[in-house]
C-alpha cells in the first residue's frame, strides 16, 4: 500500500492505495474508500514498486470517474464553463436557478463534506444554463454541479 499527502485548494487530503488490478484502483481517501477507474491500465507491481502520484491541477481540481452503484445518470450539462464540486459530498442547497445571472465569487450552491457546509462560489461571470444536481444528491469530487455561459 502506498501513502500520500496532497492539499487542493486548502483542504488537506490523506490518500492511500490499496491495490490495482488493470484499470481499476482501490483508494482510501480520508478514510473514504473509493474504486477509482483509471484512464490508463498500469501494471500493478510496478504501481507497488515506483508509485507515479497524479498532482491535481491548481485552479480545477477533477477525479478519475468513481463507480457508484445505483446511482441515477446526471442530467446532461449545458453549455458553457462548468462548475465541478472540489471534494465529494452531499448538496444542501441551491442558490441559483437556469437564467440567473452570476459574478465571480457568487455562492451558487453549498455542498456538505465531512460535517461542514462548503459555499461553492463561482469562478466565471455569466447567466446559469443548466443545474445538473439537486439537494441531497450526493457527488464525487470533479463532479460538474452547473454550468454557466
Do not use: C, H
Amino acid at each position: 500500500m502506498n501513502k500520500y499527502q496532497y492539499k487542493v485548494q486548502g483542504v488537506d487530503y490523506d490518500v492511500e492505495i490499496e491495490e490495482v488490478e488493470g484499470n481499476l484502483a482501490k483508494v482510501n481517501v480520508n478514510g473514504i474508500s473509493f474504486e477509482v477507474e483509471l484512464k490508463q491500465p498500469i501494471n500493478a507491481a510496478t504501481a507497488i514498486s515506483k508509485p507515479r502520484p497524479v498532482t491535481p491541477p491548481v485552479t480545477a481540481p477533477t477525479a478519475a470517474p468513481v463507480a457508484q452503484p445505483a446511482a441515477p445518470a446526471p442530467a446532461a450539462a449545458g453549455t458553457g464553463a462548468a462548475v465541478k464540486a472540489p471534494l465529494p459530498g452531499t448538496i444542501t442547497s441551491v442558490n441559483v436557478k437556469v437564467g440567473d445571472k452570476v459574478n465571480v465569487g457568487d455562492s451558487v450552491l453549498v455542498l456538505e463534506a465531512m460535517k461542514m457546509q462548503n459555499n461553492i462560489e463561482s469562478e466565471f461571470a455569466g447567466t446559469v444554463t443548466s443545474i445538473v444536481v439537486k439537494p441531497g444528491d450526493s457527488v464525487m469530487e470533479g463532479a460538474t454541479l452547473l454550468t454557466i455561459g
